[in-house]
């Protein structure tokens, strides 16, 4: 990339000379989305030749409107869940939960518009449940193949743009290094260009030449050496960017404007436009809007599920907490939930009646005097955080989400909010019965600061990759971690 010839301009050849070719990644997408509208379709087709016998030739035509329907209903789903923005294409765990996603929400929507318009008895259900299933699996077959053929080009360069950078002080120095050290971009940098060549900008910089002025640069894009060309200077540079820019803009290449030096620590956070004004959005509240709603919906379903099975468990439970020893059956305590608000999280009392806590709280530890016999045997089997299925309900708490705590619980002897000062980033959403951390093993007592830390991470990270998808996964991985308990006592 940095072969030069006479001219001190890059040689035309290679990675960045007229021989550089390249594919805009807007029209891979397109393909993407071209491909999985198909294999709608060929899936419904396919489950039609499976079903024929039964379907039969006369109803092929209304079939056939359903499967395009079904392929339209997909297509507005996806764009609208992002199953097409550029950062699905290069992860395939992300991609997967997308078009999954999207394709569950459109057999559902079918299904609920066949029951509202009363056509649902005109179609085979074998054909339909065939069709969902033959969809999910091509779906993600295709998906898989596509991610990793995009992988494997974007490791070929083939979607890299050629980005010259105008400033190479410490603001084009800062870009460089920003642009270099984020995977996800699609940009081969060419170099720096300069007007001040009076010593105050060095000549190469992490081996980037420093080519030379804004003249030189307007010369190099007329020579199709570059394709793009962001301007790094500080905004307070005001006169100095229009004149670089009013050259640039006679040339037919896309010109950029990098943030101030001092925005450079939130270059990750997204740009949008409070009217015709761009602003960076520093933190977005998470699980809002829509998808507070699905997480609601997500939250009475699968408890009513819950509570409709294991009923008879918490009868029991209650009765023999009941007979063990006296107190009341439920141990009401104070926990901080969303927005750091406290609740009384309800759950089967354990302990002796006079040895419960409400305040100063002490965790439970291996071999505790003051779990009772029953106690010992709910809390193992975590048959005592059955009640907690009542806060949710009441909307006090999620199935899934970060464990709340009591106010006044340590670690180490320290308040939780004292050993990290970020601890009360994990009140953004609402707490939950079970979380990401207690599967992934991170359960039991927080005795150390280290344990508290860790268990901070993994709560955070559900935060910001919350999904449906992901939620099943953990309840899933809960079962499992019920039925073998390593730290619950």
Excluded at 45 to 55: D, K, N, T
Excluded at 104 to 109: I, K
Excluded at 257 to 285: K, Q, S, Y
Excluded at 312 to 320: C, D, E, S, T, Y
């Amino acid at each position: 990339m940095n072969d030069m010839d006479g001219r001190g301009r890059p040689q035309a050849a290679g990675e960045v000379g007229h021989g550089h070719t390249t594919v805009p990644i807007d029209l891979v997408v397109f393909a993407v989305r071209v491909v999985e509208f198909l294999t709608v379709i060929l899936a419904g087709v396919v489950s039609l030749s499976l079903w024929a016998e039964i379907v039969g030739a006369g109803h092929a035509a209304i079939y056939g409107r359903s499967m395009l329907a079904g392929a339209l209903i997909f297509a507005l789903v996806a764009e609208i869940m992002g199953t097409y923005d550029v950062d699905s294409h290069f992860s395939l765990r992300v991609a997967w939960q997308r078009v999954l996603a999207s394709w569950v929400v459109t057999g559902l929507f079918l299904v609920t518009i066949g029951f509202l318009l009363k056509v649902s008895e005109d179609f085979s259900r074998g054909w339909a449940l065939t069709w969902f299933v033959t969809a999910a699996v091509m779906l993600a077959g295709s998906r898989a193949a596509m991610t990793l053929w995009i992988r494997r080009l974007k490791g070929q360069g083939i979607f890299n743009s050629r980005v010259a950078i105008y400033g190479a002080a410490a603001q084009g120095q800062k870009l460089a290094h920003y642009i270099r050290g984020n995977s996800k971009l699609t940009i081969s940098l060419v170099g720096f260009f300069d007007d001040r060549r009076d010593g105050r900008v060095p000549v190469i910089v992490d081996d980037l030449p420093v080519f030379g002025t804004s003249e030189d640069l307007v010369a190099m894009i007329r020579d199709g050496l570059i394709d793009q060309v962001i301007v790094a200077l500080p905004w307070s540079a005001e006169a100095r960017i229009q004149q670089v820019v009013q050259k640039l803009a006679l040339t037919p290449v896309r010109i950029r404007l990098a943030p101030d030096l001092a925005n450079f620590a939130f270059a990750h956070r997204p740009l949008v436009l409070l009217g015709d004004m761009p602003v960076i959005t520093l933190f977005e509240r998470p699980i809002s809007g829509t998808d507070a709603i699905v997480k609601r919906a997500e939250d009475l379903l699968f408890t009513g599920i819950i509570l409709f099975f294991i009923w008879p468990v918490m009868l029991l439970a209650a009765i023999a907490v009941k007979l063990d020893s006296p107190g009341p059956i439920f141990f009401r305590q104070p926990r901080e939930g969303f927005n750091n608000q406290r609740f009384d999280v309800l759950k089967f009392r354990s302990m002796t009646h006079e040895m419960g806590q409400t305040d100063g709280i002490q965790q439970a530890t291996r071999d505790d005097k003051r779990v009772t016999r029953v106690g010992r045997i709910i809390r193992a089997t975590s048959i005592d955080e059955l009640p907690q299925l009542f806060n949710v309900m009441k909307g006090d708490m999620s199935l899934v989400g970060p464990r709340p705590h009591a106010p006044s619980t340590r670690a180490a002897g320290r308040l939780f909010n004292e050993v990290v000062q970020t601890y009360a980033a994990r009140h953004k959403v609402k707490p939950g019965i079970t979380g990401w951390a207690q599967v992934c093993g991170w359960r039991g007592e927080t005795d150390t600061e280290d344990k508290l830390v860790k268990r901070l991470e993994y709560d955070l990270y559900y935060i910001e990759n919350w999904s449906v998808p992901f939620d099943i996964y953990i309840l899933l991985r809960t079962v499992l971690a019920v039925l073998f308990p390593k730290n619950a006592f």
